[in-house]
């Protein structure tokens, strides 16, 4: 089942450059239907399936495995983490969450002085990045030095809650919703050959994609992603970019990439005959490894097709399951309609 | 069933408590002292308090009191089915973005309190605290289903827990001040099972956090002659470092205005003799911000001390305390009150 599928997705571990977890568990779990797999120095997964027709063009479907979270940089003489970020967060979600650090998952929390002790002025502002800090309990260097290395990877709290009317709560719903279509569709008969590529540090730049893209060579690449709602409560009109319950998005263009215009027409078109809600982006707004993949050697071919999440980039992603299970049917009609 | 201390906090976090909204952990304290307590009563504020007689005539009373009630929210409007809300308490609103509570409903709903995605934020915003009028609770609900699960008035709470983090240290929500109701109620727990000299009453109260209320009545109510509130006080941090009190160096003892002077050199006297660890915590102002304020002007006045745990992040869903604390708490709690004479 996707749910089931994006759900334990959601609770591996993959910090931007730490992938290794997330890109494991989905090699075990395709391993048995894939024709070829293939990995590189970038630790991306590429994975080759055989489907009903062999299509002239080279396809690929693009999910990126890695989620944004922190990175340890120094130990405090009294045992408290600095930190910086791995990909692009807003601070303010930072205060107060708990995360997980490094291969052995030590628990910690990000802690914040007593809001008793802070001045009006302070209460309006937030630490810088430098001054933030993680607490795990221990009560020196000596003692955090026991399970704590510089350079460990932090995730965030991976809980995962279903509520609501059909909605999930989870951390890194960005990209782990694109990673379990292709592992759905991997373990289905495809109607045309196609290639996985499961890719590393999207988060700092599409970097893992831009040597995968080199890897797999494909003419037409769609990416699945999960891309940027700001439908809260007091946002209206365009500056909500899209909206949760409004279908699957594809967008036409964000900061790093204009889309092909016949594939968003192809999705569009694909969506509308089988019943499937789709929107667009009303803002151009974030970016995807389309723009590595697209600018690759002699040019690929990109559409993109994302779920609307809202707290995108932080431990409370919130999406609505039924869009995440649109984006696999969705994907598979673009298979289909790359067969013909 | 009795618990150990550090098990007994954790079931007594999980419960959602806040100001005004204290039932659940009057309902768990009830069933966990019924064995062992002569009497428990409740009254008008929903304090819960605990005796155990002596038996001696015209015995003295001991109060021990701590709070039951957490920080929290309540709701007061939904718009297109996101939940406007306000505060319970002192909460700091810098820790409510992408923030997952537990809204008590029956049965309780979750929600994240949304924020905006980080890609559509000026970088000159991120670093201000955002307003907090423009924060909601999203429930994953249209506002007819909102309407008709959520009644206006509802409170909620922090969606996390308590767990142990570290070797020997506890992390969580509303450890203000259940880790203490723990202690208590432990002391307490010791208390009734030996032959003591004096009535003891362990009062667990409510809606401290909105000015001690809960036990200005308790207080008045039980009448005793000497009372310990018990309760969390500022440990230090890293953004906190002119703090004096430190999380594991024991019990922290309140010296000033709103503490009687025998009580409190007595407590430190205990320390010493028990080898139970404690610190000094200097509260220079008449008022000390807890239970003590109330219970010590009650009636004719009550003789009173108070003992604090050290707790980091005081306020936070991720508040900090050492078990070795805590132990040391209760420890030297149940060591006065054994030592109190007729």
Known sequence: ?340 | MSMELKELTKALCALSGPTGFETPVYDFLSDYLKPVADEIRTDSMGNFIAVKRCGKPNARMMLLDAHMDEIGFIVTDIKNGFLCFENLGGVDQRMLPAREVKVLTDPPIFGVIDTLPPHVVPASEMGKAIDPKKLYIDVGMSQEEAEARVPIGTAAVYAAGCGELGSNMLCGKSLDDRACAAIIVKAFERLAGEDLQVDVCCQVSTQEEVGHRGAKVGAWTMDPDEAIAVDVTHAQTPDAKDVPVLCGRGAAIGIGPNMTPSITNRLFALGREKEIACQPDVSPRGNSGTNADVIQVTRGGVTTALVSLPLKYMHTPVEVVSCADMEACCELIAAYVEGMEV
């Not at chain 1, 988060?203 to 060579?217: K, Q």
């Not at chain 1, 431990?315 to 399951?321: G, R, S, T």
């Open chain 1, 1 to 340: 089942m996707m749910l089931d599928t994006l759900e334990t997705l959601c609770c591996l571990s993959g910090v931007t450059g730490g992938e290794d977890e997330v890109r494991d568990y989905i090699m075990e779990r395709v391993m048995p239907h894939a024709d070829e797999i293939r990995t590189d120095p970038m630790g991306n997964l590429m994975v080759f399936k055989k489907g009903a027709v062999a299509p002239a063009q080279r396809v690929a479907l693009c999910a990126h495995m890695d989620e944004v979270g922190l990175i340890i940089t120094y130990i405090t003489e009294d045992g408290y983490l600095r930190f910086d970020m791995a990909g692009g967060l807003d601070r303010r979600i930072l205060l107060g969450k708990r995360v997980f650090i490094g291969p052995d998952r030590v628990p910690g929390v990000i802690g914040s002085k007593a809001v008793h002790l802070t001045t009006a002025e302070q209460r309006k502002v937030l630490p810088e990045l430098k001054d933030m800090f993680i607490d795990i309990g221990a009560a020196s260097r000596e003692e955090a030095e026991q399970s704590i290395r510089p350079g460990m990877l932090a995730s965030f709290d991976d809980a995962v809650v279903r509520f609501g009317s059909g909605y999930v709560k989870a951390k890194a719903i960005d990209d782990r919703t694109g990673c379990a279509v292709m592992v759905e569709l991997l373990e289905s008969d495809l109607p045309c050959d196609c290639w996985f590529i499961f890719t590393t540090q999207e988060e700092v730049g599409g970097r893992g994609a831009s040597v995968a893209a080199r890897n797999v060579e494909p003419d037409v690449t769609l990416i699945l992603e999960g891309t940027t709602a700001a439908d809260i409560a007091g946002v209206e009109g365009a500056d909500r970019v899209c909206r949760l319950g409004q279908g699957v998005v594809i967008p036409y263009m964000d900061k790093s990439t204009i889309y092909d215009r016949e594939l968003c027409a192809t999705l569009g078109r694909l969506a509308e005959e089988n019943g499937i809600p789709w929107q667009t982006k009303t803002r151009i707004a974030g970016g995807t490894d389309a723009s590595a993949i697209q600018r690759s050697g002699t040019g690929v071919r990109v559409a993109a097709l994302s779920v609307a999440v809202r707290n995108i980039h932080s431990p409370a992603c919130v999406a609505k399951i039924s869009e995440c299970e649109d984006q696999c049917r969705l994907a598979r009609l673009f298979l289909e309609e790359m067969a013909k």
